[in-house]
């Protein structure tokens, strides 16, 4: 089994800072790639910001400059830097894994539960 942990949200003041972190243990052979992902009320799961296992980052429009992705790669751990937070970043915040079963070594995606982060005004 693969599991995905998610800690660091909660509620802060807009212009404020969180740091979410996700840590993947388990039958892991290796990751590929490991991303953030948000959804608020009555919206479609968005990506936030990503890393691949090159080191290669991408970012949705929303929060580049504000928000920094960064990896553990020896802790298969991956990290989501907020800062200068606005209202409209108030979601469940999701951790993905693209990564490969030690057991089988197929390539599956994994999601952790789920944090949820609020942004008062």
């Known amino acids: 089994q693969v599991q995905l942990v998610e800690t660091g949200g909660g509620l802060v003041q807009a212009g404020g800072a969180l740091r979410l972190s996700c840590a993947a243990s388990g039958s892991i052979f290796s990751i590929k790639a490991m991303g953030w992902y948000r959804q608020a009320p009555g919206k479609r799961r968005e990506l936030v910001a990503a890393s691949t296992s090159g080191g290669s980052t991408n970012y949705a429009d929303s929060v580049k400059g504000r928000f920094t992705i960064s990896r553990d790669n020896a802790k298969n751990t991956v990290y989501l830097q907020m800062n200068s937070l606005k209202v409209e970043d108030t979601a469940a915040y999701y951790c993905?894994?693209?990564?490969?079963?030690?057991?089988?070594?197929?390539?599956?995606?994994?999601w952790g539960q789920g944090t949820q982060v609020t942004v008062s005004s």
């Open positions: 993905n894994a693209d990564l490969i079963r030690d057991y089988d070594r197929r390539e599956l995606d994994y």
